[in-house]
Nanobody
């Protein structure tokens, strides 16, 4: 099991920003074609992929967040980030960080079923 510890959630007004972090203890990302990503689950909706980054650095975003969210990773510190700008109420959800076990094609990296390891969700609430 790989512990993934996410932080940075909270409540902001529409138009605001939040930066989520996820510490991946003991997870080797580089050189193995693995992917890490952010997913979210809004009340009454299925979990969906938001953004993923795949070794060595390919990124993929959901259409709904393109141009507003940026995923990045600090390989030295083993931390995954999600910078979220221009937030709107539709972004309100529980956010989860996740990681794959093995090599994954980046095109598939927004599918929740692809991810092996999951952190606990953190709540992001955007008010209008």
């Amino acid at each position: 099991e790989v512990p993934l510890a996410a932080s940075g959630g909270g409540s902001v007004q529409a138009g605001g920003s939040l930066n989520l972090s996820c510490v991946a203890s003991g997870y080797t990302y580089s050189g193995r074609g693995r992917c890490m990503g952010w997913f979210r689950e809004a009340p009454g909706k299925e979990r969906e992929g938001v953004a993923s980054i795949c070794d060595p650095g390919t990124t993929i975003y959901a259409e709904t967040v393109k141009g507003r969210f940026t995923i990045s990773r600090d390989n030295d510190k083993n931390i995954l980030y999600l910078q979220m700008n221009s937030l709107n109420p539709e972004d309100t959800a529980m956010y989860y960080c996740a990681a794959t076990l093995g090599r994954v094609l980046s095109d598939a990296a927004l599918r929740p079923t692809i991810m092996k390891y999951w952190g606990k969700g953190i709540l992001v609430t955007i008010s209008s």
